[in-house]
């Protein structure tokens, strides 16, 4: 299950020093509903090795902001506290996967 991120804990998960994979969504998103069982896949698929959370953006403006998220759902990749790549709109599974996997260590 994808950890639930917010203004508060953001800057916490950011430091824990693995790379973090962000989805920016909404209840009230259509495309994010079909997002959401794929990221809570690769949560558990890429478990110890990846941070992969959640940022609901109607709760959390701050970090919506911080990133100029505009559409939902966009999801960021992180590696070493910096984005490096980013979807903007509902892909399907493998697009998902390739970005982490240029995330980890080869």
Known sequence: MARIVT???FNEILNEGKPVVLDFWAE???PCRMVGPIIDELATAYEGRVIIG???VDDNNDIA???GIRNIPTVLFFKEQQVVDKQVGAAPKSTYIEKI???LPS
């Open 28 to 30: 009230w998103c259509g």
């Open 7 to 9: 203004d508060e804990n």
């Open 54 to 56: 959640k940022v609901d």
């Open 101 to 103: 996997e240029q995330l």
């Open 65 to 67: 902001a911080q990133f």
